[in-house]
C-alpha cells in the first residue's frame, strides 16, 4: 500500500518505506534504500523525512557523513514546525557536537524555537533558559520563559516567577503576587518554594501571618530535605519561637535532621 501512495507521489508513503528498508521489515534491511526513500520524501516537504534525514546525513547511515547537510537539514525541518529537530540543534550548539562550534547564543535561539514549538521535554530547557538570563540580569526575559515553564506545569519556573515579583525583578514588585506564585510551587511539592512559603506565613509576607501553618510547611520543607527549614524548627523549639513552646527534645531532633541533611554548621 505505500508503494502505490508512493507512485501516486504521497510523500507519507515514501518516509514509510524508507522505514521499511531501514528496520527490513518486509524487505530486505537496506540502509542505502532507506536513505533514497527518505530524501524523495522530504523533497516533497515532508517534516518527519527532513528531521530522519538530518539524522542519517549526521550519523552516515545509508550516506557519506555529512554534518554542515544534517544541520541544514534540522533548521528545514524545524522551519517546517519540528520541535524535536529545534531541539536537537540546541543540543548540538551546546554541546559543540560532530564538529560544530560550540555556541551558546545559538543554542538558546533553537531551544526557544523548540519550546515555541511544543518540545514535550521543554521543561528542563525553559528552566535553563529563564536561569540564563536571570544570571545576566535579563529579568524581563527571564520571566518570559519562566511564564511558559508554568504553562506546562513547572514548579521550578514557578518559583523563580515567585522570587521574581519578590524582588522587583522584570516585574513590579509585588509580595502577595508572589506568595500566589511560591504556594503554586509549594502544592507540586518545590522544596525551596515550601521553605520560602514558610517564612513568608511566618513573617506576614503577602499573606497573613499564621506561626501555626508556618511550622507545618517548615516541617514540609524539612521532609522533602531543606536543611534550612529543619535548622529554623530546632531554633523555634529552643528559644519558643512561632507561637511554640520550648522543646529541647524536639529542638535536638531537629538540629540532628539539620546535621543528617548535610548543614553541618547546625553541629
Not at 529545534?86 to 538558546?108: C, F, H, P, S, T
Not at 501555626?212 to 536543611?227: C, D, M, T, Y
Request: charged share 30%.
Amino acid at each position: 500500500w505505500w508503494r502505490k501512495g508512493a507512485d501516486r507521489g504521497d510523500a507519507a508513503s515514501m518516509q514509510g518505506i524508507g522505514y521499511c528498508y531501514y528496520f527490513g521489515e518486509g524487505v530486505e534491511l537496506d540502509h542505502r534504500k532507506a536513505f533514497e526513500w527518505v530524501e524523495k520524501a522530504s523533497e516533497l516537504g515532508h517534516v518527519g523525512a527532513t528531521h530522519d534525514l538530518a539524522d542519517y546525513y549526521r550519523s552516515g547511515i545509508g550516506v557519506e557523513k555529512d554534518v554542515p547537510k544534517a544541520v541544514e537539514l534540522y533548521v528545514k525541518a524545524a522551519g517546517l514546525g519540528d520541535s524535536y529537530a529545534a531541539r536537537e540543534l540546541g543540543y548540538i550548539y551546546e554541546g559543540g557536537w560532530w564538529g560544530v562550534a560550540r555556541d551558546k547564543k545559538e543554542a538558546l535561539k533553537w531551544y526557544r524555537v523548540a519550546v515555541e514549538l511544543g518540545t514535550t521535554d521543554a521543561q528542563r530547557h525553559l528552566d535553563r533558559l529563564g536561569d540564563e538570563f536571570h544570571n545576566e540580569t535579563k529579568f524581563a526575559e527571564a520571566v518570559y520563559w519562566y511564564r511558559k515553564g508554568d504553562d506546562r506545569g513547572d514548579a521550578g519556573c514557578m518559583h523563580m516567577i515567585g522570587l521574581c515579583y519578590r524582588y522587583g525583578n522584570g516585574v513590579e514588585k509585588d509580595m502577595r503576587k508572589a506568595f500566589e506564585w511560591l504556594e503554586k510551587a509549594s502544592e507540586l511539592g518545590h522544596v525551596g518554594a515550601t521553605h520560602d512559603l514558610a517564612v513568608y506565613y511566618e513573617n506576614g509576607t503577602g499573606v497573613d501571618k499564621d506561626e501555626a501553618k508556618a511550622i507545618e510547611l517548615h516541617v514540609n520543607a524539612a521532609g522533602l530535605g531543606n536543611s534550612i527549614s529543619a535548622q529554623r524548627l530546632g531554633h523555634c523549639y529552643e528559644d519558643g519561637e512561632c507561637g511554640v513552646a520550648v522543646d529541647k527534645k524536639e529542638a535536638l531532633k531537629w538540629c540532628r535532621v539539620t546535621v543528617e541533611l548535610g548543614y553541618t554548621y547546625a553541629q
